[in-house]
Nanobody, 114 residues
Framework: QVQVVESGGGLVQPGGSLRLSCAVS????????LDWYRQVPGKRELVAST??????NLADSVKGQYTIWRDNARNTVNLQMDKIQPKDTAVYFC?????????WGKGIQITVTS
């Protein structure tokens, strides 16, 4: 049984930092591309991705602000969010994909508020 579980969300003040983690079990983790998406009403955005070789990509909207990395020994993928702004308020989803197989977490809320 595949499980994708996000953690680390919550309330954060503007200018603060937050780290999201996603633990994935039940798959051959190292083979999967791992992504973080965020969703606000009416829009879902891919913000960060890391491939099976550890290569990373960030959306233009978060470059210089977010960092993604994977830990194949712990089957986790992390998203470091710095200089957080109100625009970062969203539900963040972890996504694992390999060929036609893909799995989603349930999502975790981040709310930026002073």
């Amino acid at each position: 049984q595949v499980q994708v579980v996000e953690s680390g969300g919550g309330l954060v003040q503007p200018g603060g930092s937050l780290r999201l983690s996603c633990a994935v079990s039940g798959i051959t983790f190292r083979m999967y591309t791992l992504d973080w998406y965020r969703q606000v009403p009416g829009k879902r955005e891919l913000v960060a991705s890391t491939g099976s070789k550890g290569d990373t990509n960030l959306a233009d909207s978060v470059k210089g602000q977010y960092t993604i990395w994977r830990d194949n020994a712990r089957n986790t993928v992390n998203l470091q969010m710095d200089k957080i702004q109100p625009k970062d308020t969203a539900v963040y989803f972890c996504h694992a994909k390999f060929e036609e197989l893909e799995y989603w977490g349930k999502g975790i809320q981040i709310t930026v508020t002073s």
